[in-house]
Every structure is written in C-alpha cells, then in structure tokens.
C-alpha cells in the first residue's frame, strides 16, 4: 500500500521564478492537502483540494496556487517565488473531505529560494 | 492569538523518566485533536488522536479537556528513541483546516 509521495525531494530555485511540487495521495484517498513548514515552526496549512476543486485556504497570497487531477494526484504551483518561500512544502492526504479525519504526511519538498 | 499555542521546549528527560506537553486552542468549536511526531528533517506521523474521554496506546496518554481548551500528552517510560519534536494539532468545525502548534521539542538523555 502506496503511502504519499511527493516530487521533487530538492529543489533550488532564484528569487522570480516559479515552481510546481507534486504530490500523489495514499492509495484510496481523495483528498490532498497542502502545508508549508518553515524552519522551528509548525506546519501551515495552505489549502485544500477535494473533488478536483480547491475548498479551503489558508492565508496565503494568490502566487500560491494549485490543482488536483481527477486521480487525486496534486500540484502546487507557487509564482514570483520570494526568498521566504524557503520551506519544506508537506502535501498531507485523506479520506472523505469532511475535515475531521486523520492526514497522512508525505516526505515533503524542500525549497530553497536564492 | 494563535489557533494553536504550544510550549516548544526544549524538554530534556533522562531515560526511564515521564514527561507532559500541553497545548492550548482558542477556537471553542474545534472538533478534532491531534498529536504528531516530527523527527528531525522528516515529515509529521501520527502518534494519536485525542478523544474526549482520553485514551491511551502503551506509554502514551492524551487527554482533552474541553472547559479549558487544552489537550495533553503523557510519555511514561521515556525511550532514547522517543527524542522527536511533537506537534499539537487542532481542526476547528467550521472548516477543513487543520491548524498546527509550533512543536513542543524532546529529547532524551541516556
């Protein structure tokens, strides 16, 4: 049983450019959640894709975008990227979209921004 | 004042010893509680939920208590192996947004 994968495990990008994580759910879930985590911090939600439309957000501006493919995969496109976009990117999957069930966490993409 | 407040640490516990992180929220109606374990440069994993009327998975303990807004973890028997930063997370009902502490930092010495 698959649990979640995330692409790439590294990446090193310029302050300007724009970059896409991907993200494929635990085997039978639906929904795919995203976090960004910076250094001695928790993890901050960024949004949530269930049913190939995004259904909540958290307080991030609208560089940070994404999509969710009709077999649950996800993409996180983040644009203009900024020095403080230096982070490990967590996608987290579930069951059910109801917000209450336990997300499982991928190994995270991390991201550093020169 | 953030969703969810916890004291990151760092604790420092010889082996053999318990230890009990707490971890307050401010949202009232907040359903679903959390705690997970983040070794160092690796994702969070469940360690457990949190249920109302506490429960318990070998020498771990969580309890909620919802008057106070706070819920906690117990590790009795503490296990060099135990050394990890734990996370308190919260998921209010009004959403599918879960929201996480900053990590309550533990390790343990020989």
């Known amino acids: 049983d698959a649990g979640v994968t995330q692409s790439p495990t590294h990446l090193i990008k310029t302050r300007g450019q724009q970059v896409t994580l991907r993200c494929s759910p635990k085997s039978g879930h639906d929904t795919v959640s995203w976090y960004q985590q910076a250094l001695g911090q928790g993890p901050q939600f960024i949004f949530q894709y269930y049913e190939e439309e995004e259904r909540q957000r958290g307080n991030f501006p609208d560089r940070f975008s994404g999509h969710q493919f009709p077999n649950y995969s996800s993409e996180l496109n983040v644009n203009a990227l900024l020095l403080g976009d230096s982070a490990l990117y967590l996608c987290a999957s579930s069951l059910g979209g109801q917000g209450r069930e336990t997300q499982y966490f991928g190994p995270g993409t991390r991201l550093l921004v020169l | 004042r953030k969703e969810v407040e916890q004291d990151p640490g760092p604790f420092n516990v010889p082996e053999g010893a318990t230890v009990a992180f707490n971890c307050t929220y401010s949202?009232?109606?907040?359903?679903?509680f959390f705690w997970y374990r983040q070794d160092c440069r690796k994702e969070p994993k469940l360690l457990m939920s949190v249920y109302s009327s506490g429960n318990e998975d070998g020498r771990f303990t969580a309890q909620l208590n919802r008057a106070s807004q706070y819920i906690s973890l117990l590790i009795r028997d503490s296990k060099l192996s135990d050394s990890a930063t734990y996370l308190c997370?919260?998921?209010?009902?009004?959403?599918?947004?879960?929201?996480f502490g900053t990590g309550t930092s533990l390790t343990v010495i020989p």
């Open positions: 997370v919260v998921n209010a009902n009004t959403g599918n947004q879960f929201y």
């Open positions: 949202n009232s109606a907040s359903q679903s």
